[in-house]
């Protein structure tokens, strides 16, 4: 068939004509992926069986086997006891083979409809496809190009979505471009450069706020006790603060509802004011007489609503987590007095206000300008000028949920992204500029001598006490080392006579720094 002119005896003509021979060629090749064909469907499920379904055969298991039970037709429900024989015919001596059931079965009609599992088809998006044909000069292209591979909407290398709360206006989206990383960076070096603290402890800091605020269910708790209270006593008595929003409203409320002044507490020696009393109710009988009769209140919660405990449980609970966001803003505080002597720092009473305020006093602007003063170079996102703490908190947490990364894992990225990360070579054919060479500097050459690169390269060995040290001084060609940066040398041995140990070790105002 191949040469159908070479055969004995000679084939008919018209196999050799042209068209029939392509015909023929056709079969011929059909036949080298026949077997393939004919395997399609086999493929097919096994491919859904094992990578789609993840199913997988069971190894064999002697003297076990599975079983399947099936009903005649118009029988019920059949229970198969634990311990029923199964004869599974005769073995080579003809001798019965009986397999044992090993629990209660009841074979009945249902049936599998369908098995699924879940199968998640990826796309893997290497350097390479977001190098081609995407700007990556300056790390600002460069940082954006890593950020649509990993975070590009609706595939791999398209936009970032917009991030949410970082427009123009604070319920807008700003597009992420080079302006806007920028401004991101000049946001995180804002807090601790002006703030006074890490991006960590301000992210801690804020959401203590948040968690006091709103505490409507803690203030309706207090507020029905002393409503009560007051009432018992006038029966048109209102809370002067009706809506309280810190502990100075607090006592204004007490002490209207339990006609207190600063006199009150003078029968009752280390008590001062409420707050001790809370500290002092447990045994002293002075105390519990004082909540009684004074505050016409009762210890414990006996059913009338009036419980100075419940009512204090609460209080305590919201001064606490004021105390925690002081501690922060203190400690804030000391560092910029550290870095600025003429830096001052106020005292702040967590549980006053100033007298006579009409207005609720903003007890968080209050310790913060205690503690940090006035706060200058409030930085700018996106053409808007962030103004408080919480217009930075809003920006941190779009920037954590836009980029679906912490505030640390962003500025340590871009740290990385900004790095010079060229190579430097530092001697190559010859010593650097200005250097001073001390020590046996044999200089060889290749092909008699191997060579890394450039044409030369220098020989050393062992002296008489079985060391050799070349070094060199006063090179004008400096070379700056970074934090993280790597130092290597190309070192030739040879295997005929191996040195023991290599050092190297250089100066930068003592000989402190080796490498073996």
């Known amino acids: 068939m191949a040469q159908p002119r070479n055969g004995t005896p000679p084939v008919d003509p018209r ?144 936009d970032v979505p917009p991030l949410k709360g970082l427009g123009a206006n604070p319920t807008d989206a700003a597009l992420v471009t080079g302006n806007l990383l920028t401004d991101l960076d000049s946001l ?57 929003t810190n502990l100075a409203d607090f006592l204004e409320n007490l002490n209207a509802a339990c006609r207190l002044n600063l006199a009150s507490y003078a029968g009752l020696p280390e008590v001062k004011d409420v707050f001790a009393l809370y500290r002092h109710r447990n045994g002293r009988d002075d105390v519990r007489l004082f909540v009684k009769n004074t505050l016409g209140m009762t210890l414990e919660d006996d059913g009338t609503g009036r419980s100075f405990v419940t009512m204090m449980i609460r209080i305590e609970g919201m001064y606490q987590k004021w105390r925690q966001i002081a501690d922060i803003l203190r400690v804030a505080g000391r560092r910029k007095q550290h870095k600025i002597a003429a830096h001052k720092l106020k005292a702040s009473d967590l549980r006053t206000s100033p007298v006579g305020d009409p207005v609720p006093v903003d007890k968080f602007a209050e310790l913060v300008s205690n503690n940090l003063g006035t706060i200058a170079n409030w ?17 941190l947490r779009a920037l ?84 993280g940066d790597s130092l290597f040398a190309h070192v030739y041995l040879d295997p005929g006579n191996p040195p023991r140990e290599i050092m190297l070790q250089w100066n930068d105002g003592s000989w402190e720094h080796r490498a073996f």
Not at 379 to 395: E, L, M, S, Y
Not at 424 to 431: A, F, G, K, S, T
Not at 463 to 474: D, H, L, R
């Open 15 to 158: 196999y050799a004509r042209p068209h029939f021979a392509l015909f023929l060629t056709f079969l011929k090749l059909l036949s080298r992926v026949q077997g393939r064909m004919n395997d399609l469907t086999r493929r097919h499920l096994e491919y859904y069986y094992r990578e789609v379904l993840r199913l997988a055969p069971r190894q064999a298991v002697a003297d076990r086997v599975p079983v399947i039970v099936e009903l005649r037709p118009g029988s019920g429900d059949l229970l198969l006891s634990k311990g029923t024989l199964l004869l599974a015919g005769r073995d080579p001596n003809e001798e019965d083979v009986l397999y044992q059931t090993e629990a209660d079965l009841v074979a009945n009609r249902a049936s599998i409809g369908s098995v699924k599992s879940v199968f998640a088809k990826q796309s893997v998006t290497g350097l390479a496809q977001v190098c081609k044909d995407v700007d990556i000069s300056g790390p600002d292209n460069r940082y954006l190009a890593l950020l649509k591979m990993a975070l590009g909407t609706p595939n791999p290398g398209d």
């Open 188 to 244: 995180l070096r804002f807090i601790p450069e002006q703030l006074h603290m890490s991006v960590s402890t301000f992210r801690s800091l804020m959401k203590k706020k948040r968690d006091l605020f709103p505490a409507a269910a803690d203030w309706k708790v207090v507020n029905d006790i002393l409503l009560k209270v007051g009432l018992a006593k006038n029966d048109k008595f209102v809370l002067p603060r009706p809506q309280p």
């Open 379 to 395: 930085p700018k996102v996106n053409g808007r000028t962030i103004q408080n703490f919480d217009d930075v908190d809003a920006a």
């Open 400 to 483: 954590e949920a836009g980029l679906s990364m912490s505030a640390e894992e962003y500025s340590e990225s871009r740290d990385i992204i900004r790095r010079d990360t060229s190579d430097r070579v530092w001697i190559d054919d010859e010593l650097p500029r200005g250097a001073a060479p001390q020590g046996n500097w044999q200089w060889v050459s290749k092909p008699s001598a191997p060579v890394l690169s450039g044409t030369k390269s220098f020989t050393t060995g062992a002296n008489q006490t079985g060391a050799s040290q070349v070094f060199f001084q006063n090179a004008t060609s400096a070379l700056p080392v970074g934090a």
